[in-house]
């Protein structure tokens, strides 16, 4: 039997690579952990750079993407962005460029993306103006016909969300990354895939 071989390339921050998880997964791992099909080989590359804003993402993305696609399998982009470009004091406008130049990219190779918008903080301020950024980065995704999960509604009033950043500097633990992987998992990962979502048992 041939196998559909599905690759995945993940770029993003620190939250993609896990950091704060006493499992060392994060919610990528979690999500990869949860995504099985007997008739599909999935292969992924985590290409994770801590501290880095969307502008880096932009710049960086391709050059290391590109020596992980291959031919004759489904090449998939998964965009894990961040808060960064909040400290960095770029404007909404150069986000949205930065995330579409990388977007338009990957349409004119075939890929398609999957963005998983930036998680909330503690800080109200700050959570009010990702709130905007957030937006952004998902009508620029879904102009472009790609995947958006949005994480910051969902999370930024969630009690166990905001206590476990509390307790870990900041950054989420295994409660958290949990919550980020179920956020991803139902809501599209399966269909972006083009697989069937597992059984509810």
């Known amino acids: 039997m ?3 071989t599905i690759r995945l390339t993940a770029i993003g921050d620190e939250l993609l690579a896990g950091h704060g998880d006493p499992r060392a997964l994060g919610w990528y791992g979690r999500v990869l952990a949860r995504t099985s099909n007997t008739e599909v080989r999935i292969e992924s590359y985590t290409l994770a750079a801590p501290g880095e804003g969307s502008e880096a993402l932009s710049t960086r ?3 290391e993407a590109q020596r992980r696609f291959g031919e004759n399998v489904d090449n998939r982009l998964v965009i894990a962005l961040s808060d960064r470009d909040l400290d960095l004091g770029l404007s909404t406008a150069r986000s949205r460029l930065n995330l ?3 977007l338009d990219s990957a349409s004119q190779m075939s890929i398609k993306a999957l963005v998983v918008g930036p998680a909330p ?5 700050r959570n009010a103006r990702l709130a905007e950024l957030s937006h952004v980065y998902g009508d620029v995704a879904t102009r472009r016909k790609h995947h958006y999960v949005d994480t910051f509604t969902p999370l930024q009033n969630h009690a166990q969300w905001r206590n476990d950043l509390s307790v870990n500097g900041g950054l ?3 409660a958290g990354y949990g919550l980020m992987a179920w956020l991803v998992l139902h809501r599209g990962w399966y269909s972006w895939l083009g697989l069937p979502e597992p059984s509810a048992g």
Do not use: M, S, T, V
């Open 61 to 63: 993305w391709f050059d």
């Open 121 to 125: 903080g503690l800080d109200p301020k």
């Open 172 to 174: 989420p633990g295994q």
């Open 100 to 102: 579409a130049n990388i």
């Open 2 to 4: 041939d196998y559909r």
